[in-house]
């Protein structure tokens, strides 16, 4: 058998052979010939050869069908419990969307209830400053009242005087009228 048809039948390359052998001459000396340009390997050769790079061994196919019918079974519930678990993942990223939604929709209530409380404390300052100007107003109002109250005893004294003085005058006409008649 020449290198070639060992690697061959060893599945590698005929300079991996080439290679041990020269790297190893010592152990291949007088165990290796040369016909024309193929290098010939005898038994012991071969041998040694074998030991390095051994045949590789057949693959035992074995037959069990009821292995491969579990197997089946198994690969089924896999690809079902996948899909079950990809089920699962959407409905936990909308679970997850509607959370943020609920979130900000707290985080806007929560800032709702701060304005509120904002315009309750404008209002409650409004509503003091209300009562504020209607105690001014209330104020005004009475002094506006004593004011009335005043010019209406004015007037009254006024017509009053009035009245006296053309009664006066009157008298002082009728008066200088008897005077002039008496």
Same mark, same amino acid.
């Given at each position: 058998?020449?290198? $070639? ?6 599945? *590698?390359? !005929? ?5 041990? *052998? $020269? ?7 007088? /165990? ?7 290098? %010939? /390997?005898?038994?012991?050769? /071969?041998?040694?050869?074998?030991? %390095?790079?051994?045949? !590789? ?19 089924? @519930?896999?690809?079902? #419990?996948?899909?079950? &678990?990809?089920?699962? +993942?959407? &409905?936990?990223?909308? +679970? @997850?969307?509607?959370?943020? #939604? &609920? ?14 409380? =904002? ?12 009562? $504020?100007?209607?105690? =001014? /107003? ?12 005043? #010019? ?20 002082? #006409? ?9």
């Amino acid at each position: 058998m020449n290198i $070639s048809d060992f690697a061959k039948s060893r599945g *590698i390359e !005929p300079q991996t052979v080439s290679r041990y *052998i $020269s790297r190893h001459a010592e152990d291949f000396e007088g /165990l290796v010939t040369k016909e024309g340009k193929n290098v %010939v /390997l005898s038994d012991e050769a /071969l041998e040694k050869l074998d030991e %390095v790079y051994p045949n !590789p061994k057949p693959v035992e196919i074995i037959v069990d069908h009821a292995s491969r019918d579990r197997l089946i079974v198994a690969q089924e @519930k896999i690809i079902q #419990l996948q899909q079950q &678990l990809a089920d699962q +993942a959407a &409905l936990v990223a909308e +679970a @997850k969307f509607h959370q943020l #939604l &609920l979130e900000q929709r707290d985080e806007e209530i929560a800032r709702g209830k701060e304005e509120i409380a =904002q315009q309750k404390e404008e209002i409650a300052q409004m509503g003091e400053q209300i009562s $504020s100007r209607d105690g =001014q /107003l209330q104020q005004k109002d009475d002094e506006i009242r004593q004011l009335q109250e005043r #010019l209406s005893k004015m007037s009254e004294d006024l017509a009053a005087e009035q009245a006296q003085r053309e009664q006066m005058e009157k008298a002082g #006409l009728f008066s200088r009228i008897f005077k002039k008649w008496s």
